[in-house]
């Protein structure tokens, strides 16, 4: 199972920008996708970007246009940059990459969260 940890998450006004890093203890070329995460007191945890292997990308329609992922593979690092940001972005953020070799399953192994807080 890869460990992740997360950095980079801070206080920023609204307008803001930040970049999240996640570093995991193994190739992430290996993962079949790896993701963002976030969850905001009270609320559930949502899927805020991910990345295949294969280079696909998707985003959640709230940060469309705002933020992106990407990963440096030679880094095992995992990528976050979040511009133009919200009161509504701030939450737990939370990296994650899929158990399984083979592909994308869902079966999710965690960081352990870097909080981001967005003042308007």
């Known amino acids: 199972q890869v460990h992740l940890v997360e950095s980079g998450g801070g206080s920023v006004q609204s307008g803001g920008s930040l970049r999240l890093s996640c570093v995991a203890s193994g190739h992430i070329s290996r993962r079949p996708c790896m993701a963002w995460f976030r969850q905001a007191p009270g609320k559930e945890r949502e899927e805020v970007a991910r990345?295949?292997?294969?280079?696909?990308?998707s985003y959640a329609d709230s940060v469309k246009g705002r933020f992106t992922i990407s990963r440096d593979n030679a880094k095992n690092t995992l990528y976050l940059q979040m511009n133009s940001l919200k009161p509504e972005d701030t939450a737990m953020y939370y990296c994650?990459?899929?158990?399984?070799?083979?592909?994308?399953?869902?079966?999710?192994?965690w960081g352990q969260g870097t909080q981001v807080t967005v003042s308007s």
């Open positions: 994650a990459a899929d158990k399984y070799d083979d592909y994308c399953s869902d079966s999710w192994s």
């Open positions: 990345i295949y292997r294969s280079g696909i990308i």
